[in-house]
Structures are given as C-alpha cells and as structure tokens.
C-alpha cells in the first residue's frame, strides 16, 4: 500500500508560478512510476505528466509542454511538479499517482493503482 500526499497549491495569477510536491509513504518509491493528473470542476480527470522510476523518462501532455517540469528525488520519496507561465485553463484539483508496473500506458487513469486526495490550483486572469 502506497499513501501519497500533494501540496503547494494555490491562487496565482496568469503568467505566474507555482511548484507541486507530492510526498510517497512507499518503502521503495524507487520501484514506482510517478504521474500528475489533473480534474477541473465538471470535467474528467487528465493526465499531466508522468516520469519513470529512475526519473530518466518524462512525459507530458501537448498543452503542458515547455511550461511544466516533472521530477523526483528517490532518496526524499517526493515527486515534484513545477509549473510556469500558468494559465486559467490550468485550473484544476491536482493529483499524484503511482504504479509498481513498468514503462507502458500512461494516460489512462485506470493504468495508475495509488492515487493522492489532490491539491487545488487556482489561476486567476
């Protein structure tokens, strides 16, 4: 069993910053590959991104690329997420996820076991 833990959300405006950290109870969060998804208000949730266990692979979606980072520090058991140049469209409940399986679907939320309760981002225009 897997217990993860989001923070670091909040109200920012458009153009602005914020860093998501999520913190995994895993004895070896090592063996786990990690992902951000996203659930805005009345939508379904979505993949954000996602990073293999050695944190030598990321993967994003198109309209994240170039302004969110994706990354981990194994010996901390945390997973991070950096996001600039936010947008209101960014908006949203923001979600770790880990799996124990290797490198294969990865935006499917079915294709993810623990998942954290989610922290909100507010982007204001």
């Known amino acids: 069993q897997v217990q993860l833990v989001e923070s670091g959300g909040g109200l920012v405006q458009a153009g602005g910053s914020l860093g998501l950290s999520c913190a995994a109870s895993?004895?070896?969060?090592?063996?786990?590959?990690m992902a951000w998804f996203r659930q805005a208000q009345g939508k379904e949730r979505e993949f954000v991104a996602a990073?293999?266990?050695?944190?030598?692979?990321?993967k994003y979606r198109d309209s994240v690329k170039g302004r969110f980072t994706i990354s981990r520090d194994n010996s901390k058991n945390t997973l991070y997420l950096q996001m600039n140049s936010l947008k209101p469209e960014d908006t949203a409940v923001y979600h770790c996820a880990a799996d124990p399986s290797l490198w294969t679907e990865l935006t499917a939320t079915a294709a993810w076991r623990y998942w954290g309760k989610g922290t909100l981002v507010t982007v204001s225009s």
């Open positions: 895993a004895r070896t969060f090592s063996g786990y590959r």
């Open positions: 990073i293999d266990r050695s944190a030598s692979i990321a």
